[in-house]
């Protein structure tokens, strides 16, 4: 037995620290448990993560409590989100408060509530077998029907067994351990319920008691009817809420009738769902010969019980989904567990859908969007193993599914499997493979267009290449027509922001009743308000990004703080009214194709339109089902859609993404291109058109698009990506400094920067402006490391630099006023 314990508290602190172990917390603590520590004059959560038998530090508080007497975590999870915490130069408390659904991190603030009416009695008869401290603690919560403080019980009691009294009385349904901190609202919901007890069910023994009631107590004989006919339906028993309305009896005849032995009070932990309706059953396929390839690849590596990486390449519509369900189907068979990630949620009630048919209620969607209560339930599902096929957006990377057997990240390409507004700024694509090694199990990667990065990965031979080159069904992949909108402008064949051509291919459609969805990555009505005069545009006051235009609310709107102001008449540099619109938002668009098109029904998805829960589905289910005839909308619409309807695709302007200031806008556009146009012509029957308006036709990006050419593209990109010592072939390293100092925050990059000591295997760039110099009152300087892959494998060596570099920059120059953040791996630079 180690005398010691280390706990990581659950804030954002770089350190572990050392307590001793109470004689009667002994028996529970493990490492993976969620323990209460001392700390300073609080008393916080902590994770126990290893047990020593020396201590550095000079004083050691004892712990005060455990929370979970079995671990929530396992030993490999503990030790996978170290590597997180390491690998992106987070604290470790701060990635394990990720990991955790949200409130049961909270502190401090515990309340012992009474569940049973009878603890009172209880108290006075342990006080009879002397077990003293026991009926007092019983006594004292009896006493408190709305709970009393954990700590109150404690100093009065004066009771080392307490802990483990609590949690036999817990585990009894007595009682319950109640957390009051705000952020600690999530617990089991129980609700109290009644039913008869055994020894009447003899029915001479329940004549007899019901005659005895009748006489006294007529409403009681109802309840005991009531039960007795519940029981006989084979329903075991019922709420006592129920019980209560149905027969008007006092909740204090129900206790009388429980004390007398007529019935049984107890309580049932009600599981709340995220799931609505019931699955449908799934349809038979008969797989084709590429999918069984991928399938009998990823099942053995599975059945081998070894980590194996794959990337799954298949072009849209070629069946991937069907492939992770056939492969999910295996691993649990073998009584493993799979954990699926999908960029966003809400965008994906099809494969939802698709695996609850499959699977049923062995899935569970762990989602933001949930309330705090579903989120924890189903948490503990998953944790206790009666969910062992997880969805969930990045987050649910940190499920705590036992014995997983594979990882499937579905769109691996996708931005937003990156964390990047809070830490710790994990990229949930890459820690999947890595918690794959450490838990031994496969991963796989899927995507029409993969990322740049793990295609290089799988030519390098570090994945294993799975190709799925054709659609499903002998569907073909539909053909693709670019619009040079420069020169149909100049022939005057626009409508405003439709060409002629892609008006008559709506057209055709409309009058086939067949679906079209249209892409216009950018929201709003239009993007700048600018003077012909002096050419001025609004631009936010706090950011230094131009406002755009809502038609709605005739506002201009800052679409990074929120910011609005009243649309201006006037030029606000110069006065003049001759102001104009110019771009076009998603609102904008909708306008020109309901003058061009009058009846048409239009479907609009964007960010303003998707902003209450469930938003997403109803326009989904809209369009699918033919109430709307065009599905019109952001990003939003290109993603993983499978509507056979859809047999047009317009890309109002591809142009959108291509000169953003980011080392990825080519693969960006590619990307977004081709997965869009992935949306049509998914049968055999109809084949697909894409139609594309670009000023900027001869792009290798949307050329390559054109051709369904990724291999193409893939080279093209590499061999830039290699010229400028971007990824795949560096590993870039962003720090970030704000403040609403603009002189100060540079003054402080530039300190920082000095500690870093130069290698030969890093190249330190700036510190610079990012094109958004500012951003919620915030100025921002940038320090940019390009780390050579190769030279520094894991990229230790630089992340130790780093790591002594902000030591040394903490603390001499630390400052409220300037943040620093330090990304690695980002998004968007
Ligand atoms: P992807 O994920 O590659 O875009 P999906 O798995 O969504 O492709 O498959 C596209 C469509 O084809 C879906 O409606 C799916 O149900 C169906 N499908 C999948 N596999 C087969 C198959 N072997 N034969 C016929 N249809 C299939
Ligand atoms: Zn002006
Ligand atoms: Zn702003």
């Not at 909108?485 to 002629?500: D, G, L, P, Q, V």
């Not at 709506?506 to 929201?523: A, M």
């Not at 302007?653 to 012509?681: I, K, N, Y």
């Amino acid at each position: 037995m180690q005398k010691f314990v280390q706990v990581v508290p659950l804030q954002p602190i770089r350190q572990t620290f050392t307590y001793s172990i109470p004689d009667d917390l002994a028996p529970v603590v493990h490492i993976g448990s969620r323990a209460l520590i001392p700390f300073g004059r609080k008393i916080i959560t902590g994770i126990i993560a290893g047990f020593t038998d020396n201590a550095v530090e000079k004083k050691i508080k004892p712990l005060w409590d455990i929370l979970d007497p079995e671990p929530i975590w396992t030993k490999e999870f503990m030790d996978f989100t170290e590597w997180v915490a390491n690998y992106y130069l987070a604290p470790w408390g701060e990635v394990l408060h990720a990991a955790l659904p949200q409130g049961m991190a909270g502190e401090s603030g515990f309340l012992v509530v009474p569940i049973v009416e009878d603890l009172a009695e209880r108290a006075k008869l342990l006080a009879k077998t002397r077990a003293i401290k026991r009926a007092e603690l019983l006594r004292l919560v009896a006493l408190n029907p709305s709970g009393i403080s954990l700590k109150t019980l404690r100093n009065k009691l004066q009771f080392g067994g307490i802990n483990t009294a609590i949690k036999e009385y817990e585990d009894q349904g007595l009682l319950m351990l109640q957390a009051t901190d705000a952020e600690q609202k999530a617990k089991p919901k129980f609700i109290r319920m009644m039913r008869i007890a055994e020894n009447l069910l003899n029915d001479d023994d329940l004549r007899e008691g019901m005659a005895e009631l009748e006489k006294r107590s007529p409403k009681k004989a109802t309840v005991l009817a009531l039960l007795y006919d519940n029981h006989l339906k084979d329903k075991g028993g019922l709420a006592v809420s129920a019980i209560i309305q149905r027969t008007g009896a006092s909740a204090a005849a129900l206790n009388g009738l429980a004390d007398k032995g007529y019935a049984v009070l107890y309580k049932i932990e009600i599981k709340r769902s995220f799931f609505t309706g019931i699955p449908k059953t799934p349809p038979i396929y008969q797989l084709n010969e590429r999918q069984l390839t991928a399938i009998n690849a990823i099942a053995s590596a599975v059945l081998a019980n070894n980590f194996h990486p794959f990337l799954l390449h298949g072009v849209t519509g070629s069946g991937k989904t069907q492939v992770y369900i056939e492969v999910i189907k295996k691993v649990l068979a073998k009584k493993r567990s799979v954990i699926t990630l999908v960029p966003e949620i809400s965008l994906t009630p099809q494969l939802i859908d698709r695996y609850r048919a499959h699977f049923g209620d062995e899935v569970a969607v762990l989602h933001s969007r949930m309330s705090i209560g579903e989120r924890y339930d189903t948490w503990r599902a998953v944790q206790s193993g009666k969910c062992n096929v997880v969805i969930g957006a990045r987050s649910a990377l940190f499920a705590p599914v036992k014995n997983l057997g594979m990882i499937v990240v579905d769109e691996e390409h996708e931005s937003s499997f990156k964390q990047t507004d809070a830490a710790p700024r994990y990229n949930a694509r890459d820690c999947a493979v890595v918690r794959a090694s450490m838990e031994r199990a496969a991963v796989v990667l899927g995507s029409a267009t993969p990322s740049l990065e793990s295609f290089y990965n799988a030519t390098a031979g570090k994945y294993t290449m799975l190709e799925l080159p054709e659609r499903v069904d002998n569907a073909l992949m539909p053909d693709i027509v670019v619009v040079d909108t420069r020169e149909a402008r100049k022939k005057k064949e626009m409508h405003n922001n439709i060409s002629f051509f892609l008006r008559d291919q709506i057209r055709v459609r409309l009058q086939k009743k067949e679906g079209i969805i249209l892409l216009q990555n950018r929201r709003g009505f239009a993007p700048i308000q600018q003077c012909l005069d002096c050419g001025a545009a609004p631009e936010c006051p706090h950011c230094s990004v131009t406002l755009t235009f809502h038609k709605v609310k005739n506002q201009l709107r800052c679409h990074y703080c929120g910011h609005s102001i009243p649309a201006v008449t006037a030029c606000m540099s110069c006065g003049s009214t001759n102001v104009k619109l110019f771009g076009a938002g998603t609102q904008r668009v909708e306008e020109d194709i309901a003058a061009l098109f009058p009846d048409a029904k239009i479907a609009r998805m964007d960010l303003d339109t998707t902003s209450h829960k469930g938003a997403h589905k109803e326009i989904l289910d809209t369009f699918g089902s033919g109430d709307a005839d065009i599905l019109l909308g952001t990003q939003m619409v290109a993603k993983g859609l499978d509507f056979p309807r859809v047999t047009l695709v317009g890309v109002i302007s591809a142009d959108t993404q291509l000169h953003l200031p980011d080392f990825r806008a080519s693969e960006r556009t590619f990307q977004l291109l081709t997965q869009v146009s992935g949306r049509a012509g998914r049968t055999a029957a109809q084949k697909g058109e894409v139609v594309i308006q670009t000023s900027n036709p001869n792009d290798e990006a949307i050329k390559s698009v054109v051709q369904h050419d990724y291999k193409g593209f893939y080279a093209d990109e590499l061999q830039k990506r290699k010229e400028l010592f971007y990824p795949p072939f560096s590993r870039i390293i962003l720090i970030e400094f704000k403040g609403k100092d603009d002189k100060f925050v540079q003054q402080h990059a530039n300190m920082l920067k000095r500690f870093i000591t130069p290698d030969g295997y890093s190249e330190i760039l700036g510190p610079h402006q990012p094109p958004i110099s500012k951003l919620r009152d915030e100025y921002r300087w940038r320090i940019l490391i390009k780390n050579d892959k190769e030279k520094d494998g894991g990229g230790t060596k630089i992340r130790r630099a780093l790591q002594r570099a902000l030591d040394e920059y903490t603390t001499r120059y630390a400052t409220r006023a300037v943040r620093v953040i330090v990304d690695i791996d980002p998004q968007g630079v």
